[in-house]
């Protein structure tokens, strides 16, 4: 049996209700063998969140390769399921360098999302992209729409702003706070982001806590 039949049989018996563990594991072994990524758009596209759930898992785990179905990581994006919405940032952070500068604008306003794996996930991608990802944000996004977010995205550019991270960490504001950190963190500064520890604010001194027990200063593409 071909690796394309066994994906779609896979499939078919999820939508049919199966949502174990070994059966998503099962399907994300059978596309690394070679079937082709495609077989996943039934599961994105399904109505069921158990379905899109396992769908927007796999995904997450195919790094680059997801490219193909890109188109469906809006949607998954706007997706109910904090869980879903969480691994959608994991695809659009694998395929930062093709992603349609509306998916970046996306990704800011999850900065203040209901869920906090959701909002540090947001972060987590601002830290990891590329300055080109950055850049090509800032220059296309809509400036009015996104005005709350210009001046991080700004920081975040300007490798030197040392004094303005640490002026942005005692912000008022919580977007603010979450680019202080980001931009600590992106631009290497360890003592910076120890100082993040004791932030009242629990996204940014989690954030803090989980790059520096990672060890991931810093990765970016």
């Known amino acids: 049996m071909t690796a394309d039949v066994q994906a779609k049989l896979l499939v078919r018996r999820i939508l049919l209700g199966d949502y174990s563990n070994t059966l998503a594991l099962e399907l994300l072994s059978v596309i690394h063998k070679g079937a082709p990524v495609d077989s996943l758009a039934l599961l994105l596209d399904a109505d069921s ?4 759930k396992i769908g927007t898992w796999i995904l997450s ?9 890109l188109p469906f990581v809006e949607r998954l994006l706007h997706h109910p399921s904090a869980y879903v919405r969480f691994f959608a940032i994991d695809v659009a952070i694998s395929c930062s360098g093709t992603l349609d ?3 970046v604008g996306r990704i800011l306003e999850l900065f203040e999302d ?3 794996g959701v909002r540090r996930k947001a972060m987590d991608f601002f830290f990891r992209v590329s300055p080109a990802t950055i850049a090509k944000a800032r220059v296309t996004i809509d400036a009015e729409k996104y005005s709350s977010y210009c001046r991080g995205l700004d920081l975040l550019e300007a490798p030197n702003g040392a004094d303005i991270i640490v002026e942005l960490a005692t912000s008022e504001s919580a977007i603010d706070r979450k680019f202080a950190i980001v931009a600590a963190c992106r631009f290497d500064k360890e003592e910076t982001v120890r100082d993040f520890l004791n932030s009242s604010d629990d996204d940014v001194a989690n954030f803090a806590r989980d790059v520096l027990e990672i060890g991931d200063l810093p990765t970016r593409e």
């Open 101 to 103: 500068v509306r998916l």
């Open 61 to 69: 785990e195919l790094g680059k390769r997801a490219e193909p179905l």
């Open 114 to 116: 209901a869920d906090a």
């Open 49 to 52: 969140d158990s379905v899109t």
